[in-house]
């Protein structure tokens, strides 16, 4: 089994989250109309274990990780299921900007 570890910085990962951000704000359009919702969601403890099947997959809903995350803009503090939830929608729409 593999133990590598892999060190991502900080400072490294927050100018490419903002280079990602520069991008979409160069884009002409306000909003985004994503034409999937359901996708397969892999618990966070099998999703990295490339050696077995994962046992526990279920569906997730762009629809409802949006509404969730949306109560961040409403005043609920980050929690670090938020990441999770954003980087499905982010593998949606980037293949919603290609």
Same mark, same amino acid.
Request: aromatic share 12%; glycine share 4%; net charge negative.
């Given at each position: 089994m593999e133990n590598n570890k892999i060190e991502i910085g900080k400072n490294d990962l927050? /100018? %490419?989250?903002y280079a990602l951000i520069n991008e979409l #704000?160069?884009?002409q359009k306000n909003s985004f109309l994503? #034409? /999937?919702d359901l996708y397969w969601? %892999?618990?966070f403890e099998e999703l990295f274990n490339v050696y077995? $099947?994962?046992k526990d997959i279920t569906i997730g809903s762009i629809a409802e990780d949006? $509404?969730?995350l949306q109560k961040v803009n409403n005043g609920r503090e980050v929690l670090s299921y938020d990441f999770i939830k954003v980087s499905n929608i982010l593998k949606l729409?980037?293949?919603a900007i290609q």
């Amino acid at each position: 089994m593999e133990n590598n570890k892999i060190e991502i910085g900080k400072n490294d990962l927050k /100018k %490419i989250l903002y280079a990602l951000i520069n991008e979409l #704000d160069k884009s002409q359009k306000n909003s985004f109309l994503l #034409d /999937k919702d359901l996708y397969w969601n %892999i618990p966070f403890e099998e999703l990295f274990n490339v050696y077995e $099947e994962p046992k526990d997959i279920t569906i997730g809903s762009i629809a409802e990780d949006w $509404e969730f995350l949306q109560k961040v803009n409403n005043g609920r503090e980050v929690l670090s299921y938020d990441f999770i939830k954003v980087s499905n929608i982010l593998k949606l729409l980037a293949g919603a900007i290609q």
